[in-house]
């Protein structure tokens, strides 16, 4: 299975590609819409995760321009701006799903291999963790990612960043010695 990564995080991006390719999915990523259209009409990937929010452009608008790349296409729009307005927007311009950013591998492959488990399917207990809660990314790795698109929004101002967050420049500088280690794997795996 072939991969379009679509996103001008790119720290976010190379994670989600490394996670990808652990798992056997060969990827290719694009920071921007014009990169993206090159790299689909080059390997006319089996899907296409899009961020919503792009630098200068919205991911609503390769909606279109990938479908007719190949009309097969999985398309995803991922963002962390959910709102019901921009999903219906999605939806109706041809994604075929919107997710909230930040999107697991696990979850992500789940969601290409259509394998969501129904509510209340055999084998599911009622009272243990969802399986959705199990892969979700750890809220450590969530601030991490946030204090860093922060900091690239500040152009790198340790300052800016703090007051930008709402928090003591000592506390950022805390939090940014403390780099998050690997994700873990769920124990039922």
Same mark, same amino acid.
């Given at each position: 299975?072939? @991969?379009?990564?679509?996103?001008?995080?790119?720290?976010? $991006?190379?994670?989600?590609?490394?996670?990808?390719?652990?798992?056997?999915?060969?990827?290719?990523?694009?920071?921007?819409?014009?990169?993206?259209?090159?790299?689909?009409?080059?390997?006319?990937?089996?899907?296409?995760?899009?961020? $919503?929010? $792009?630098?200068?452009?919205?991911?609503?608008?390769?909606?279109?321009?990938?479908?007719?790349?190949?009309?097969?296409?999985?398309?995803?729009?991922?963002?962390?701006?959910?709102?019901?307005?921009?999903?219906?927007?999605?939806?109706?311009?041809?994604?075929?799903?919107?997710?909230?950013?930040?999107?697991?591998?696990?979850? $992500?492959?789940?969601?290409? /291999?259509?394998?969501?488990?129904?509510? @209340?399917?055999?084998?599911?207990?009622?009272?243990?963790?969802?399986?959705?809660?199990?892969?979700?990314?750890?809220? /450590?790795?969530?601030?991490?990612? /946030?204090?860093?698109?922060?900091?690239?929004?500040? @152009? @790198?101002?340790?300052?800016?960043?703090?007051?930008?967050?709402?928090? /003591?420049?000592?506390?950022?500088?805390?939090?940014?010695?403390?780099?998050?280690?690997?994700?873990?794997?769920?124990?039922?795996?």
């Amino acid at each position: 299975m072939k @991969g379009l990564l679509v996103d001008d995080d790119t720290l976010y $991006l190379e994670a989600l590609r490394r996670a990808l390719t652990r798992r056997g999915i060969d990827c290719e990523v694009a920071p921007d819409a014009p990169t993206a259209l090159e790299v689909a009409a080059r390997i006319a990937p089996d899907f296409a995760l899009v961020d $919503l929010k $792009l630098a200068d452009a919205s991911g609503l608008t390769l909606i279109e321009p990938l479908r007719a790349i190949r009309a097969d296409m999985r398309i995803l729009l991922v963002t962390g701006y959910a709102s019901i307005a921009t999903a219906v927007e999605a939806i109706k311009r041809g994604a075929d799903d919107y997710l909230p950013k930040p999107v697991s591998a696990d979850t $992500l492959l789940r969601i290409l /291999h259509n394998t969501d488990p129904a509510p @209340g399917a055999v084998g599911e207990a009622d009272d243990g963790p969802s399986v959705e809660s199990a892969t979700m990314i750890p809220l /450590h790795r969530l601030e991490w990612e /946030h204090i860093q698109q922060a900091l690239a929004e500040t @152009g @790198g101002n340790i300052s800016a960043t703090a007051r930008l967050l709402g928090m /003591h420049r000592r506390s950022l500088q805390r939090k940014l010695a403390k780099r998050p280690g690997p994700e873990r794997r769920p124990l039922s795996e």
